[in-house]
């Protein structure tokens, strides 16, 4: 068990421009989340994927945002056109999905929008 | 619906003094409970887990909780802080497995 992997670490872009964030969860897991955490708040929810099914999204997701999960395993966010309200710490977590078993969650991924 | 109650938004304590961080929960069925550790600039980690078994629960770090279903309240404790201890922490609600509902938080502080 390696843990939730996430890429990069930090990403600081100009206002405008698109960024695209990975995730890897735990190899087993079929469930993988997204989470947006800013400062002083707890994590909210963006979407999760049971293997490559997008299966919820909240409306906090909005147009510019897209995440996917090709192949069961490795996930994707893209940002598009970033604005400043972006910045935040962006969460990936992953589960086997059953209402016992708790995320497993990465370490983040923090953005800065200059 | 689901949701989650954190009372207290910072709790500060002395090292070696018992830590009691709060949350009230509601949910239309019969919840799985847990309480994760969040240290600055890092994931979240898991410090334990209620899921209709045991109604206290032990967790890593010598911290456990105990679930009552009469208050809807799972707090978490510790008998005795440890400055490594000083973090956020997050009581997170689910029913289903599908969706994992947070509490804004509480941030704990261990004065030496």
């Known amino acids: 068990d390696t843990g939730v992997s996430q890429n990069p670490r930090h990403k600081i872009t100009k206002r405008g421009q698109n960024v695209t964030f990975r995730c890897d969860p735990i190899?087993?897991?079929?469930?993988l989340y997204w989470y947006r955490q800013t400062l002083g708040q707890g994590p909210e929810f963006l979407t999760y994927f049971q293997n490559e099914a997008q299966l919820e999204k909240s409306r906090l997701l909005s147009d510019r945002f897209s995440a996917e999960r090709p192949k069961g395993s490795f996930s994707t966010l893209e940002i598009q056109r970033t604005e400043q309200g972006d910045s935040a710490m962006y969460l990936c977590?992953?589960?086997?999905?059953?209402?016992?078993?708790?995320?497993?969650f990465g370490d983040g991924t923090r953005l800065s929008i200059l | 619906a689901q949701s989650v109650t954190q009372l207290d938004s910072h709790v500060s304590v002395s090292e070696g003094t018992p830590v009691l961080l709060r949350c009230n929960y509601s949910s239309s069925y019969s919840p799985s409970l847990f309480w994760y550790v969040q240290h600055p600039n890092k994931g979240l980690q898991l410090l334990l887990k209620?899921?209709?078994?045991?109604?206290l629960v032990k967790g890593i770090n010598g911290f456990e909780a105990e679930f009552k279903k009469s208050e809807t309240s799972f707090h978490l404790t510790k008998p005795s802080a440890h400055m490594s201890d000083a973090a956020e922490y997050f009581c997170v609600v689910s029913n289903t497995g599908n969706q994992f509902y947070f509490g804004t938080g509480t941030s704990l502080t261990v004065i030496p």
């Open positions: 977590a992953s589960s086997l999905g059953t209402p016992d078993q708790p995320q497993h």
């Open positions: 190899s087993e897991h079929n469930r």
């Open positions: 209620y899921t209709s078994a045991a109604t």
